[in-house]
């Protein structure tokens, strides 16, 4: 075994062939990798030129950020932090419109269930056909690849945009928004776990006769169904995030209102409002979180 | 010289395992039979402790295997190399790659670590690794992956992974029941040509009572948790298994390849990392 065994002359020359084969190899893989390594070396340097993202520039701006969360930054007292909210320097002072931003808030988790639930039943409807494996025909597999494409590139505030114009203000714009970017953005997520998908079971139904449904519904599904959930919650707690930005263009939810603190320079509203957010997107955080692994259990167990 | 003291597993109100007691002497080739829910994999596995004891000692070379831990067990497993059913190779790494996994433990240091981690190993290691692939006539396929080659290949290819960690013991879980005859026979080949050759222990879980007839020096046979039988390949008639089982001897196969086939469950389909928007 070690060096210290007496190897035979078939073994050493066995030795010394697999050694040269492997120095090939890894010189081959060097080569690449050296390549490859500089390609991307110089496209990041090219794009941090562009983006003008310098030491200097980062430096210089940094400072001012910390300015930023200073100002906005409530002015507590100790000794009348539990006052009412007519008091100036107490908690219900610094929160003092909290029922009307907590049913704002309400609102945009609500444009973000609805949107995740919708967009992601378009998600799975559009994802087989755009997973290499199952696509019928290769021009489906590209028609449903570019149209998710389409949906997850085109920012969720132009889709907003847009339905502001055609339905008007308020937050159905908001949810048509969601639907779109979730279909795009979950349909590719979930086209790939297909195309990861073990290719037994759905062998096994097409040789019973199966058609391209059965394959999908008898051969995949149930292989892939925790990891599309798990998608799919994880794609809400994102929504949430993304609808309270929303409302900056009308669009619903809590955003109109951030939008107009921010522009008006009313500071302490400001982080009254970020700190709900924070606060809504950490326990819906929890409870998906918790969902998940339950799900994630289960799927172990079946 | 391996001892295993009143050695009990339960799992819940199942025993899996109920007091065994065996004395395995240095270099001895011992197959464990039995039926399905026999306890022949959970007492391999407590062997390394990749299941933890409910109760009882492992004794090895008089230090007690079952109060290691941290980097004394890790040195312990090293020393009792596993073959698996399911082989338990990376797949998608090439041959000489899942070879070399058998050093990891011999790399002392966080140099060690950080080296093996980037797969940096040295001439002598990767010539030990080539000389074990050419003792199994796999030296050819050295750079393929894995999963290219059939599945007697694999096993002798974690054959060679068992070697190079310089094991002291050798044990095997099932590891022909995943084969055809033909590849069959090449492992069980190459487990004996170990046993033989470099003198290290074996201890093989084997359905098939005529393949413990004729590769291994002793047999135990163990029925619900407890050992019915210990003694040699002669002893072990036909009308001593109908004695212990109380099935003939061609039922008892029926009956403890069920066993294999519950336990080669295909392994969970791995989540792809969660890509973040």
Same mark, same amino acid.
């Not at chain 1, 906005?72 to 007519?86: G, S, Y």
């Not at chain 1, 073990?198 to 925790?226: I, K």
């Given at each position: 075994?070690?060096?210290?065994?007496?190897?035979?002359?078939?073994?050493?020359?066995?030795?010394?062939?697999?050694?040269?084969?492997?120095?090939?190899?890894?010189?081959?893989?060097?080569?690449?990798?050296?390549?490859?390594?500089?390609?991307?070396?110089?496209?990041?340097?090219?794009?941090?030129?562009?983006?003008?993202?310098?030491?200097?520039?980062?430096?210089?701006?940094?400072?001012?950020?910390?300015?930023?969360?200073?100002?906005?930054?409530?002015?507590?007292?100790?000794?009348?932090?539990?006052?009412?909210?007519?008091?100036?320097?107490?908690?219900?002072?610094?929160?003092?419109?909290?029922?009307?931003?907590?049913?704002?808030?309400?609102?945009?988790?609500?444009?973000?269930?609805?949107?995740?639930?919708?967009?992601?039943?378009?998600?799975?409807?559009?994802?087989?056909?755009?997973?290499?494996?199952?696509?019928?025909?290769?021009?489906?597999?590209?028609?449903?690849?570019?149209?998710?494409?389409?949906?997850?590139?085109?920012?969720?505030?132009?889709?907003?945009?847009?339905?502001?114009?055609?339905?008007?203000?308020?937050?159905?714009?908001?949810?048509?928004?969601?639907?779109?970017?979730?279909?795009?953005?979950?349909?590719?997520?979930?086209?790939?776990?297909?195309?990861?998908?073990?290719?037994?079971?759905?062998?096994?139904?097409?040789?019973?006769?199966?058609?391209?449904?059965?394959?999908?519904?008898?051969?995949?599904?149930?292989?892939?169904?925790?990891?599309?959930?798990?998608?799919?919650?994880?794609?809400?707690?994102?929504?949430?995030?993304?609808?309270?930005?929303?409302?900056?263009?009308?669009?619903?939810?809590?955003?109109?209102?951030?939008?107009?603190?921010?522009?008006?320079?009313?500071?302490?509203?400001?982080?009254?409002?970020?700190?709900?957010?924070?606060?809504?997107?950490?326990?819906?955080?929890?409870?998906?979180?918790?969902?998940?692994?339950?799900?994630?259990?289960?799927?172990?167990?079946? | 010289?391996?001892?295993?003291?009143?050695?009990?597993?339960?799992?819940?109100?199942?025993?899996?395992?109920?007091?065994?007691?065996?004395?395995?002497?240095?270099?001895?080739?011992?197959?464990?039979?039995?039926?399905?829910?026999?306890?022949?994999?959970?007492?391999?596995?407590?062997?390394?402790?990749?299941?933890?004891?409910?109760?009882?000692?492992?004794?090895?070379?008089?230090?007690?295997?079952?109060?290691?831990?941290?980097?004394?067990?890790?040195?312990?497993?090293?020393?009792?190399?596993?073959?698996?059913?399911?082989?338990?190779?990376?797949?998608?790494?090439?041959?000489?790659?899942?070879?070399?996994?058998?050093?990891?433990?011999?790399?002392?240091?966080?140099?060690?670590?950080?080296?093996?981690?980037?797969?940096?190993?040295?001439?002598?290691?990767?010539?030990?690794?080539?000389?074990?692939?050419? $003792?199994?006539? /796999?030296? !050819?396929?050295? %750079?393929?992956? #894995? *999963?290219?080659?059939?599945?007697?290949?694999?096993? &002798?290819? +974690?054959?060679? $992974?068992?070697? /190079?960690? !310089?094991?002291? %013991?050798?044990? #095997? *879980?099932?590891?022909?029941?995943?084969?055809?005859? &033909?590849? +069959?026979?090449?492992?069980?080949?190459?487990?004996?040509?170990?046993?033989?050759?470099?003198?290290?222990?074996?201890?093989?879980?084997?359905?098939?009572?005529?393949?413990?007839?004729?590769?291994?020096?002793?047999?135990?046979?163990?029925?619900?948790?407890?050992?019915?039988?210990?003694?040699?390949?002669?002893?072990?008639?036909?009308?001593?298994?109908?004695?212990?089982?109380?099935?003939?001897?061609?039922?008892?196969?029926?009956?403890?390849?069920?066993?294999?086939?519950?336990?080669?469950?295909?392994?969970?389909?791995?989540?792809?990392?969660?890509?973040?928007?």
């Amino acid at each position: 075994m070690d060096a210290a065994l007496p190897l035979t002359a078939s073994a050493q020359a066995a030795i010394s062939r697999g050694e040269a084969a492997f120095q090939a190899a890894r010189r081959q893989r060097r080569q690449a990798t050296l390549v490859y390594g500089a390609l991307l070396l110089a496209c990041l340097l090219v794009a941090a030129w562009m983006s003008e993202m310098t030491p200097q520039a980062l430096a210089a701006g940094l400072p001012r950020i910390g300015e930023y969360f200073w100002r906005i930054l409530p002015t507590l007292r100790w000794e009348v932090l539990f006052a009412d909210w007519e008091t100036e320097g107490s908690l219900a002072g610094w929160f003092y419109r909290l029922d009307k931003w907590a049913w704002l808030i309400f609102e945009t988790s609500q444009m973000a269930l609805l949107g995740t639930f919708l967009g992601t039943l378009i998600a799975f409807a559009l994802s087989f056909a755009a997973a290499r494996n199952l696509a019928p025909t290769s021009w489906s597999f590209h028609l449903t690849r570019r149209l998710l494409e389409f949906l997850r590139t085109v920012p969720e505030i132009v889709f907003a945009l847009i339905f502001v114009w055609a339905f008007g203000i308020g937050p159905l714009a908001g949810i048509l928004a969601i639907i779109l970017h979730t279909a795009g953005a979950n349909g590719k997520l979930f086209a790939e776990v297909v195309e990861n998908a073990e290719t037994s079971a759905m062998e096994g139904v097409r040789a019973a006769g199966g058609n391209w449904f059965h394959r999908v519904r008898f051969g995949v599904l149930p292989q892939v169904a925790p990891n599309f959930l798990s998608y799919a919650l994880l794609r809400f707690e994102i929504n949430v995030r993304g609808a309270s930005v929303l409302g900056f263009v009308g669009a619903g939810g809590i955003g109109e209102e951030l939008y107009h603190v921010i522009s008006f320079n009313y500071y302490e509203e400001i982080s009254a409002i970020i700190v709900l957010i924070i606060l809504s997107v950490a326990a819906i955080d929890m409870v998906s979180e918790r969902l998940r692994r339950q799900l994630s259990a289960g799927a172990v167990r079946g | 010289m391996l001892e295993l003291r009143g050695l009990t597993r339960r799992f819940g109100a199942v025993t899996a395992v109920n007091e065994v007691t065996l004395a395995i002497p240095d270099g001895q080739m011992v197959g464990v039979i039995g039926r399905s829910g026999a306890g022949k994999s959970t007492l391999l596995r407590m062997i390394n402790r990749l299941t933890e004891p409910s109760a009882g000692q492992v004794i090895y070379g008089g230090r007690e295997i079952t109060a290691l831990r941290g980097a004394e067990l890790r040195r312990w497993r090293t020393d009792c190399a596993m073959i698996f059913q399911q082989f338990n190779l990376v797949q998608r790494l090439d041959v000489l790659t899942n070879v070399l996994v058998g050093r990891l433990n011999h790399r002392p240091g966080v140099m060690g670590t950080v080296t093996s981690l980037l797969k940096m190993f040295t001439a002598r290691e990767r010539a030990m690794a080539l000389a074990a692939l050419d $003792r199994f006539d /796999l030296a !050819e396929v050295a %750079l393929q992956r #894995a *999963d290219t080659l059939s599945g007697g290949q694999q096993q &002798r290819v +974690a054959i060679c $992974r068992a070697l /190079l960690q !310089e094991p002291r %013991l050798m044990l #095997a *879980d099932e590891p022909i029941a995943s084969l055809d005859p &033909r590849n +069959a026979k090449t492992v069980m080949d190459a487990l004996r040509q170990v046993n033989r050759e470099d003198g290290i222990t074996v201890l093989t879980n084997l359905h098939h009572l005529n393949t413990a007839r004729q590769y291994c020096d002793r047999i135990v046979a163990m029925q619900a948790g407890r050992v019915m039988f210990d003694g040699t390949p002669a002893e072990l008639t036909s009308a001593r298994v109908q004695e212990i089982y109380g099935v003939t001897e061609d039922e008892f196969e029926v009956q403890a390849q069920e066993a294999v086939n519950s336990a080669a469950r295909p392994a969970p389909t791995t989540t792809p990392g969660l890509a973040l928007a």
